[in-house]
Nanobody, 120 residues
Framework: QVQLVESGGGLVQAGGSLRLSCAASGRTFRSYAMGWFRQAPGKEREVVAGISYSGDNSYYADSVKGRFTISRDNAKNTVYLHMNSLKPEDTAVYYC?????????????WGQGTQVTVSS
């Protein structure tokens, strides 16, 4: 089992940048595929990005391609979401997720979320 703790959220102006971090417990972090999701008020949770065990494969939602980058540091048990050119529509609670299986939508373990607010 793995426990996930997100950090790095906050208030930023449109066009700005933020870096989210997700620290994972345990010594088997490299065994987990990792993902970032978000949920805006009144909307369903949506996938943002995902990264494979070693970081050699990743995927992105069309809405964030070219602006967001997911990365991981297995030595630090941490996955990151680098967010550039932020837009007001990126405002949401962002969640980190982990699973032993590399897939896009289904994850077994979730963090508590971190709020990202982009002002216009």
């Amino acid at each position: 089992q793995v426990q996930l703790v997100e950090s790095g959220g906050g208030l930023v102006q449109a066009g700005g940048s933020l870096r989210l971090s997700c620290a994972a417990s345990g010594r088997t972090f490299r065994s987990y595929a990792m993902g970032w999701f978000r949920q805006a008020p009144g909307k369903e949770r949506e996938v943002v990005a995902g990264i494979s065990y070693s970081g050699d494969n990743s995927y992105y939602a069309d809405s964030v391609k070219g602006r967001f980058t997911i990365s991981r540091d297995n030595a630090k048990n941490t996955v990151y979401l680098h967010m550039n050119s932020l837009k007001p529509e990126d405002t949401a609670v962002y969640y980190c997720a982990a699973d032993l299986v590399w897939r896009r939508y289904e994850y077994a373990y979730w963090g508590q979320g971190t709020q990202v607010t982009v002002s216009s």
